[in-house]
């Protein structure tokens, strides 16, 4: 019994009923109201306007009354997009009537007298059944737009904690490759801190030659994994104290492609592993792996090759003395145009020397 009250409380419908003629709005009134539908009346156009919210029905509108007719009452509420279906009561039809309502959005038609009250009841629940579609619909455009906004929100913080645990996993793998490269430095005396002061030496050119940032990552990973291939080089190739011979030498220009191949699986490091791989090609293109010139090669790729020399140069090394930063400076000029790129050159040259 319960579920079958709040049913006949769901169906009762909520109707605006506009007439100047007391009589005829009364009358239909009772008739809606002996339906069992809630009423609320105007005796004016303007009056409606005032009634007009968005728990009504159905509007019932009068066609010809005075100051604000039924059509002119309908332009208005039609402003308001409501979405309530409205039917026109008129005593007298006719094709300009008809064509003019239609144009508005009009319903239906109901004459006046009302003489058929089977009629009139099939009129006024077919249009309370499309007020409850409009509803129906309303409502479920606005759950699809929360649920719309709610899986965007969820979908958006999962994304940002994928970013993160994506960061995370990059710094992670990155710190593996670089203590493994400290500790291959670490082996010798004479290379370690080589990466580092190579690391430093590209900050400053990359900065004065004013690097976007993405760049300067990019560049600074390069510097920090440039002799990763080493890895795999015995040891007696890296401390021999003199020339190597044509076998070990093979072996050392291999270090560039090996370290690309190390670090190729972390796709976060692509151009990284380009610069790796390209770090000691010349401008003139005699330099290994693939003998590139210096069209081909990345600004990047200059920079660490100018600052990779540089500090070679000035490291002590197990087969010669070192040079002086002085010396190291005028051999890098002495270099510029057939190993290294003038412009890069002459960028660090100026840091050098002012300091």
């Not at 409606?48 to 010809?64: F, G």
Request: include cysteine; proline fraction near 3%.
């Amino acid at each position: 019994m319960p579920g079958k009250s709040q049913e006949n409380m769901e169906r009762i419908a909520k109707i605006l009923i506009t007439d100047d003629n007391d009589q005829v709005r009364e009358a239909v009134q009772k008739i809606l109201e002996l339906f069992g539908h809630q009423v609320i009346s105007a005796s004016s156009g303007r009056e409606a306007l005032t009634l007009l919210s968005a728990d009504l029905d159905v509007i019932i509108l009068d066609i010809n009354m005075p100051d604000m007719d039924g059509f002119e009452t309908m332009a208005a509420i039609n402003q308001h997009h409501l979405g309530i279906p409205v039917l026109f009561l008129t005593g007298a039809g006719s094709m300009e009537y008809a064509v003019k309502a239609i144009n508005l959005g009009a319903y239906d038609f109901i004459p006046k007298p009302i003489e058929d009250l089977d009629m009139f009841d099939v009129k006024i629940r077919r249009a309370i059944e499309k007020r409850m579609y409009v509803r129906r619909e309303e409502a479920y455009k606005e759950d699809l737009e929360i649920e719309i906004r709610s899986k965007t929100k969820e979908l958006a913080e999962k994304n940002l904690l994928l970013e993160e645990y994506s960061h995370q996993l990059e710094e992670s793998a990155l710190s593996t490759i670089l203590t493994l490269q400290t500790a291959l430095e670490e082996k010798d005396q004479y290379t370690a801190g080589h990466t580092q002061r190579v690391t430093q030496y590209a900050r400053v050119i990359g900065g004065a030659l004013d690097l976007p940032l993405d760049d300067m990552i990019v560049l600074e990973r390069a510097c920090q994994l440039h002799d990763i291939g080493k890895l795999v080089l015995d040891n007696s190739c890296i401390q021999k104290p003199g020339p190597l011979d044509d076998q070990e030498w093979a072996l050392v220009k291999k270090h560039p492609a090996v370290g690309e191949n190390i670090v190729k699986p972390l796709l976060f490091l692509e151009r990284e592993g380009i610069i790796i791989r390209h770090h000691h090609e010349r401008v003139d293109g005699k330099g290994y792996p693939d003998g590139l010139s210096g069209g081909e090669l990345d600004l990047l790729t200059k920079i660490i090759t100018v600052a990779d020399s540089f500090d070679a140069m000035t490291s002590m090394r197990s087969y010669r003395v070192n040079l002086t930063q002085e010396a190291a400076v005028g051999e890098i000029r002495r270099c510029a145009g057939s190993q290294f790129d003038p412009e890069v050159v002459e960028i660090f040259a100026r840091i050098i020397l002012r300091r």
